[in-house]
Nanobody, 121 residues
Framework: QVRLLESGGGGLVQAGGSLRLSCAASGSIFSIGTMAWYRQAPGKQRELAATISSADNTNYADSVKGRFTISRDNAKNTVYLQMNSLRPEDTAVYYC??????????????WGQGTQVTVSS
């Protein structure tokens, strides 16, 4: 069984501040492909914030480009999201996401449990 566990990093911060989210995959993992962070603001649909491929190619939503940085540590099966210059409109629940192939060679998309980030003005 595979799980994604988000830890630390969330909470309340003032506008202009920074937070760092972490998300670790564990279980019967053969390989991890693209990892990503999504976010869902109150009353809105979940949206993609950033992705990072297994080759470390990154992509960002226009709304976070230049402020957020996604990275991964393959030895730890962990993906990070460094969030700088936070704005009130960044307030959302943040979810990590990963495309994982298990040791019995099944590939599925897995989600973390979600972390609340609140940015005050």
């Amino acid at each position: 069984q595979v799980r994604l566990l988000e830890s630390g990093g969330g909470g309340l911060v003032q506008a202009g501040g920074s937070l760092r989210l972490s998300c670790a995959a564990s279980g019967s993992i053969f390989s991890i492909g693209t990892m990503a962070w999504y976010r869902q603001a109150p009353g809105k649909q979940r949206e993609l914030a950033a992705t990072i491929s297994s080759a470390d190619n990154t992509n960002y939503a226009d709304s976070v480009k230049g402020r957020f940085t996604i990275s991964r540590d393959n030895a730890k099966n962990t993906v990070y999201l460094q969030m700088n210059s936070l704005r009130p409109e960044d307030t959302a629940v943040y979810y990590c996401n990963a495309r994982i192939t298990t040791r019995d060679l099944y590939t599925n998309t897995y989600w973390g449990q979600g972390t609340q980030v609140t940015v005050s003005s």
